[in-house]
Each structure stands twice: as structure tokens, then as C-alpha cells.
């Protein structure tokens, strides 16, 4: 069993538009406090063994200049990557997927000896995106799918009670407990369009058919 509500509040969702390279671009930000020190959350998030124990199996050159590739998924180019200092690190990709090219941030920030922040950036060029794809879902086409891999996260460093392998994945999210997931993680990015100035009933049609996609609802 996975406490679902516990997770869904424990992560912080944003959006906002703002000029990236020059064109306007959606920027959306999860973040989370993890109870593990940056150093075993940096081993989680950037080692090929740690990434396959909570999200998917990755093959490439994991450093800077390099190529990953997750299996089944996307691609791209490692183009900064600082591992920890003091009390930060973190590295910047391309997200290459389904022949389009956006960019993920993730930075790490030490609170204490034992606690760690999690901030995921996923940038998109605002003219790249669909008008159609984002009138329908939103922010939650991908935002669900980044509140799945944080769940995914907590698990493995133990923030959040329950277990479930990559392997295991697909199946819970077509369980009740999973689509409970999906459907409160589509409201949250509701919440977070809203504030970025959409119109509420608009939010609440993308959420929905958010939580469609996600779980095959009608």
C-alpha cells in the first residue's frame, strides 16, 4: 500500500511561461524533501544502478558531453552536471522524445546533514508544444508523469511507505491505489495552471482528461 495523499502533498508543483533562448517556453517545476543526504540522493538520480532501482534501466555515457538513452523512453545530451559541493549539485539535460527536443534542470540542495530538496525543471519552447495537446491535458500530460517518478524516488530512499519495482509500474497504475494517484497528481497540476492564470473550468477539463490518458478512464 502506497499513502497516496501523503506523496501527492509532500511534492511542490509550478508553472510558469517565461522567454527561454529568446522564445517563450513553459517551465514546470516538482519539487520534494527527501530524508537522505545529497550524496546518496545524487547516487539515486545520476548512477545507471540507481536510476533502473526506482525509474528505468539508462545506458550511455553518464557525464558531461555525454548521451543517455532510458529504455523505452527518451534520449538526449548531459550538458552541465556538478556533483556535490557544499550544499549543492546538479546537472542539465536535453529531453529528447518523440522527435522533440525539450530540457530538464534538476538541483539538489542539502538542508541539513540528513535531509536533502529535490527541484525538477522540464522546459519546453512554448511553440513546440501542440496548441491542441496542451488546450486538451495541460501541464498534466507531463506533470503527472514527473509525480510518478518522484513517487517512484521516495520509495526507494524511503520516504514513502509501500514498494513498487519498475517492473510493477504499469500494473499499479491501472490498480485503484494508482489511478487514486493519478487522478489527485491531475488535480495538483490543475491547481498549479490555475495559478499560473488559466481559466479554473479549463484547468478542471485538462485535468480530466489527464487522468484519461493516464489510466485509460473515459
Keep these: 500500500m502506497v499513502d497516496v495523499q501523503r506523496q501527492i ?23 520534494q524533501e527527501y530524508r537522505s543526504p545529497i550524496d546518496a540522493v545524487w547516487d539515486a538520480v545520476t548512477t545507471a544502478e540507481g536510476i533502473a532501482r526506482w525509474f528505468l534501466p539508462v545506458s550511455g555515457d553518464l557525464r558531461r558531453g555525454g548521451r543517455y538513452e532510458l529504455a523505452g523512453n527518451a534520449s538526449g545530451e548531459i550538458l552541465e552536471c556538478s556533483p556535490p559541493q557544499g550544499d549543492r549539485a546538479g546537472f542539465r539535460v536535453t529531453w529528447e522524445y518523440g522527435g522533440g527536443v525539450t530540457w530538464l534542470t534538476l538541483r539538489l540542495t542539502a538542508l541539513d546533514d540528513e535531509r536533502t530538496r529535490l527541484d525538477l525543471e522540464h522546459t519546453a519552447h512554448t511553440a513546440d508544444v501542440p496548441e491542441e495537446m496542451w488546450a486538451m491535458f495541460g501541464p498534466g500530460a507531463t506533470g503527472v508523469g514527473w509525480d510518478q517518478a518522484l513517487l517512484g524516488l521516495a520509495l526507494h530512499l524511503g520516504d514513502a511507505e509501500g514498494s513498487i519495482s519498475p517492473e510493477e509500474a504499469q500494473a499499479w497504475q491501472l490498480s485503484d491505489e494508482g489511478k487514486a494517484f493519478a487522478r ?5 497540476w490543475a491547481r498549479a495552471h490555475v495559478a499560473a492564470g488559466a481559466d479554473p473550468e479549463a484547468a478542471a477539463r485538462a485535468a480530466d482528461a489527464t487522468f484519461g490518458f493516464y489510466t485509460g478512464a473515459s
Design 9 to 31: 502533498d509532500a511534492v511542490t508543483r509550478t508553472l510558469r511561461t517565461t522567454e527561454v533562448e529568446g522564445e517563450p517556453s513553459y517551465v514546470q517545476t516538482v519539487a
Design 184 to 188: 489527485a497528481a491531475a488535480d495538483g
